[in-house]
């Protein structure tokens, strides 16, 4: 029997034990070259020394992280002061990401959770009508949010026919339309792994849960919510991750007064007059936090799991 199962295939095999290297090949030339070496660059690049008419100038320093951190006046030779107005644009995308998330959460759970108990033949079909507005360019949709939410948009234009708004919502260049388009840009990322935890899910748990005379909530909360969890957490990182170095919604709906890290970094890097080793600090500063967020989410899925164990 246990030759048997060996020769007929374990999960522990190793069948390809000889070619792992090389059909690994074409994965790690990708991650070298398309990320790691991308990033390496961007490392050095933060280090490097601004030119006064745009480029670099190779010596070293700590100008740039100086500069996103610390105020010293027009001439830089004042006593150093916290440079709130970087800090402000990190925490306002802090909060923004947090909000779009949540809003995906509170959106994208019950969404998955009505796909997944769909009878199996037609959960393809929700599958896709969640999906196939994202095979549009993301510009394209978030130039046509701008268009639906503007003062003389679509929506506006509806509100005042029906007679629930006397004037027109100025929804354009505000917080909320920021929120909105960062939504409607990364909601599938919630919806798609949530239903993938949701459709693996034992319901007979829930079941032998109501013979228990637990309730709905109860059962929610105490059964299906930890069942689901890795989906959960998997969708929060999918959607807060891109929310936070997004610049298209922020520069599209918010304005100038939304300025968000994302469209800090964009502005660095446009034309000869731009600081690229500032974006390039403020892009490491910005992979650090992302890095951080996600170590502490690993560790806490690791802990969950031994204990589970």
């Known amino acids: 029997m246990a030759g048997g199962a060996a020769s007929g295939g374990s999960a522990r095999t190793d069948t390809y034990r000889e070619a792992r290297h090389w059909l690994l090949l074409p994965s790690w030339v990708v991650l070298i070259f398309l990320i790691l070496i991308p990033v390496l660059m961007m490392l050095v690049y933060s280090f490097l020394t601004k030119e006064f008419r745009g480029g670099v100038i190779w010596e070293f320093s700590l100008d740039a992280y100086d500069q996103f951190f610390f105020n010293r006046g027009l001439f830089g030779d004042e006593p150093p002061s916290i440079e ?103 909601l599938p990322f919630m919806v798609l792994p949530i239903y993938a935890s949701v459709e693996r899910y034992n319901f007979a748990l829930s079941e032998a849960a109501s013979d228990l005379y637990a309730g709905k909530w109860v059962t929610l909360r105490r059964i299906l919510l930890p069942a689901v969890k890795p989906g959960v957490i998997a969708g929060c990182i999918l959607v807060f991750v891109p929310s936070l170095g997004s610049f298209l919604a922020p520069d599209l709906l918010g304005g100038a007064k939304n300025f968000m890290i994302g469209s800090l970094i964009e502005e660095q890097f446009k034309g000869n007059a731009g600081n690229w080793p500032f974006g390039a600090a403020a892009s490491m500063i910005l992979l650090s936090m992302v890095l951080i967020i996600l170590i502490v989410f690993a560790r806490q899925q690791a802990r969950a799991e031994k204990g589970g164990a």
Do not use: C
């Not at 959460?105 to 999906?131: N, Q, S």
């Not at 510009?139 to 027109?168: A, Y």
């Open 84 to 186: 709130w107005t970087y800090i402000t644009i990190f925490w306002r995308s802090i909060w923004q990401a947090g909000a779009a998330t949540i809003l995906s959460l509170v959106i994208g759970f019950p969404t998955a959770y009505f796909i997944a108990t769909r009878p199996e033949k037609v959960r393809p079909m929700w599958v896709f009508l969640i999906t196939i507005p994202y095979w549009v360019n993301l510009l394209i949709r978030t130039v046509s949010m701008k268009f639906v939410l503007r003062d003389q948009g679509p929506l506006n234009d509806f509100l005042l026919w029906t007679g629930l708004i006397d004037s027109p919502l100025h929804i354009v260049n505000t917080n909320f339309a920021v929120q909105l388009g960062l939504f409607y840009s990364y």
